[in-house]
């Protein structure tokens, strides 16, 4: 099974997440997604792959403090 760096939802390091990831619906470990996204085999939230790349755009730029322009350029940039 591939391991990834980052969540495929939302982008996030694996590596910083404070719970080591999300779960499985067995109670495992997920290898591809979050904690904040992810628990017990289904997505937290129940929004679209466009919703959630606005989601992260906006944490960036409200909590991160990340102008816009960058915001938007490390998204495109995380989907190539």
Same mark, same amino acid.
């Given at each position: 099974? %591939? %391991? $990834?760096?980052?969540?495929?939802?939302?982008?996030?390091?694996?590596? %910083?997440? @404070?719970?080591?990831?999300?779960? @499985? %619906?067995?109670?495992?470990?997920? /290898?591809?997604?979050?904690?904040?996204? $992810?628990?017990?085999?289904?997505? /937290? #939230?129940?929004?679209?792959?466009? @919703?959630?790349?606005?989601?992260? #755009?906006?944490?960036?730029?409200?909590?991160?403090?990340?102008?816009?322009?960058?915001?938007?350029?490390?998204? @495109?940039?995380?989907?190539?």
């Amino acid at each position: 099974m %591939k %391991k $990834y760096k980052a969540c495929q939802s939302c982008g996030m390091p694996l590596s %910083k997440d @404070e719970l080591g990831g999300g779960t @499985e %619906k067995d109670g495992s470990k997920s /290898t591809k997604y979050c904690s904040h996204c $992810y628990i017990n085999g289904d997505f /937290t #939230q129940n929004i679209t792959a466009m @919703e959630m790349q606005k989601f992260v #755009q906006n944490h960036m730029m409200e909590n991160m403090k990340m102008p816009k322009f960058l915001a938007s350029f490390l998204l @495109e940039a995380s989907q190539s």
